[in-house]
């Protein structure tokens, strides 16, 4: 593609930070904007060829046909664009993001694709201006860099959208409270004089950030073949039946070797003494994995760090906080979890 920038070129990412900042570093101005939680997608187009690339700079093009079509129909000019590819899923008034309906979009078969491309259809959500007008605009700043995407952008209709930013913090921290209940990520913040910086941590990201208490129901061995790889844990629900709700990883080497240790003495056996193990669910991602893991009696209890929920699991690994020898593993429930109030995507979108 003959555009001004290289293809692919790889995202500016975001740093974390715990809250909502008032300015950036040394006072900087910043831009808010909401934190779409989808598919990170530069999409280039040349005034004929569309590409979309990941965030790992693999194409995404064949996946969603129905945005290549839009972006032919809607951009009247070459253009490279930063944004967010989304699926949204509920019925008018109540719609949210849907992170599992967007990943089922990520199929080999070419059918499947355009059967999919019609039954969950996908929206981009532009936050970025790279190119424009034949030149490059990763060296301008980002508040000439929204003003030319405002631009290009000031006719389209959905599925691409322009995302809303706003200058004042605390219209930030209500988005941030308020969006989750559709389904976003949490909030970006923007340094509005610096440039783009692709690879670089320039931008400042908030999510959401909880805790619970869940019991440890098994353990997968580490791919090294040494030690644990990841604890699985689960919550109790109104039934009394223990759910899995995901797992933890991210142990060194020498704390997966001694978790070995620790939890020897919870293994489940059968009669003959031989360890009990189990199989997990399967998906495309996991095909080819080993998915088989150690059954142990659910007696210990861990304090998890989660951001969100997707459906009845956490939808990102949790974080190792604490073991809590205090807590009976019975008491750990579905209800300690706080549920997000319902928010409408066309809210946020439009």
């Known amino acids: ?14 740093k974390a930070i715990p809250e909502v900042p ?17 598919f990170r997608g530069i999409l280039y187009f040349d005034g004929t060829d569309v590409e979309i690339g990941s965030r790992g700079s693999k194409t995404l093009t064949r996946y969603f046909p129905e945005l290549v079509d839009t972006v032919r129909e809607q951009l009247s000019e070459p253009c490279v664009l930063d944004g967010e590819v989304i699926v949204r899923t509920g019925r008018p008034g109540a719609e949210r993001l849907s992170w599992e309906a967007l990943s089922q979009r990520i199929h080999p078969a070419e059918s499947r694709i355009r059967k999919l491309a019609v ?4 929206s981009f959500v532009a936050f970025d201006a790279l190119a424009s007008q034949g030149r490059s605009l990763l060296d301008a700043p980002f508040r000439e860099r929204r003003a030319e995407l405002e631009r290009l952008l000031s006719d389209v209709r959905p599925p691409i959208h322009l995302t809303r930013t706003t200058d004042d913090p605390g219209t930030a921290r209500r988005w941030l409270t308020e969006f989750e209940g559709a389904g976003l990520d949490g909030v970006i913040a923007k340094p509005l004089d610096a440039p783009y910086s692709p690879g670089k941590r320039t931008m400042l990201k908030i999510k959401h950030e909880r805790t619970a208490d869940t019991v440890v129901t098994g353990y997968r061995i580490h791919k090294s073949g040494a030690g644990v790889g990841s604890l699985l844990i689960g919550l109790y629900d109104d039934s009394g039946s223990l759910r899995n709700v995901g797992g933890i990883a991210a142990f060194s080497d020498a704390r997966r070797l001694e978790l070995i240790d620790q939890l020897e003495p919870l ?4 009669a003959e003494g031989n360890r009990i193990t189990g199989e997990g669910e399967r998906n495309r991602f996991s095909s080819n994995k080993d998915t088989s893991f150690v059954v142990l009696e659910p007696e210990l209890v861990v304090e998890v760090r989660y951001d969100q929920m997707e459906g009845d699991r956490f939808r990102h690994t949790a974080q190792f906080v604490r073991w809590r020898p205090d807590r009976e593993p019975r008491s750990c429930t579905f209800a300690q979890l706080e549920v997000p109030v319902s928010y409408d995507l066309e809210q946020v979108i439009r």
């Open 1 to 14: 593609m003959d555009l001004p920038v290289a293809v692919p070129l790889e995202p500016m990412l975001a």
């Open 22 to 38: 008032e300015a950036g570093p040394k006072g900087a101005a910043l831009s808010y904007e909401p934190k779409w939680d989808g």
């Open 119 to 122: 039954e969950t259809p996908a």
């Open 267 to 270: 293994v489940k056996r059968d």
